[in-house]
């Protein structure tokens, strides 16, 4: 069923070939370990879209694809997954990152005024820029770690179920006969 359900929705991979703004990746985009969908390829493909969907880091999906190129992961699904952060979600997700950063460093974490100006990003992120980023390496990590691990027990699971019927047909089958 994860296959099924991931076939229907990903893009083909002459698709994403034709894209221009992948042409860089060159010949790597023809290694077809990138476009099965295994369970292993997509759990890692799990791990590094959310991963980098929580890194504060400009052409997400130029490095999802990167990484998921390098680590021979499924490219469709790990640049999907970057979306998780998208203009809506970021202020929320990156505000929890920075209190969980404080947290755990134990600073007082103090009023978090987000603005997307050359301003803010010099003076701001300048006083807050170390419980920020460990807060969204630790949720990154966590999301991750989440994803594929998810991803292999729901995936395990349909195979037993499959291997259960299959064994119940045949079963039948006999009696039958």
């Given amino acids: 069923m994860p296959r099924k359900l991931l076939k229907r929705y990903l893009p083909t991979p002459e698709s994403i ?6 042409q860089w990746l060159g010949t790597w985009l023809h290694d077809p370990n990138i476009w099965h969908l295994t369970r292993s ?3 890692k493909a799990f ?19 990167l990484v998921a190129v390098l ?15 998208n203009p809506v979600t970021m202020p929320p997700i990156f505000y929890m990152a920075y209190r969980l950063g404080a947290l755990l460093l134990g600073v007082p974490h103090g009023a978090f ?3 997307l100006s050359l301003e803010w990003l010099s003076g701001g992120l300048l ?8 807060g969204c390496v630790v949720l ?4 991750g770690l989440l994803g594929a691990t998810l991803i292999r027990v729901i995936w395990r699971l349909q195979v037993i179920h499959r ?3 299959r064994r119940l047909r045949i079963l039948q089958r006999r009696r039958q006969s």
């Fill in 17 to 22: 070939r034709s894209r221009p703004s992948l």
């Fill in 41 to 43: 390829s997509v759990s």
């Fill in 47 to 65: 791990f590094i879209g959310l991963f980098v969907a929580f890194m504060p880091i400009p052409a997400q999906m130029a490095v999802a694809a």
């Fill in 71 to 85: 680590a021979r992961a499924n490219l469709p699904l790990s640049v999907a997954l970057v979306w998780i952060t």
């Fill in 113 to 115: 005024h987000f603005e």
């Fill in 127 to 134: 006083a807050i820029w170390q419980p920020f980023l460990l």
């Fill in 140 to 143: 990154g990590l966590f999301a």
């Fill in 163 to 165: 291997w259960r019927k």
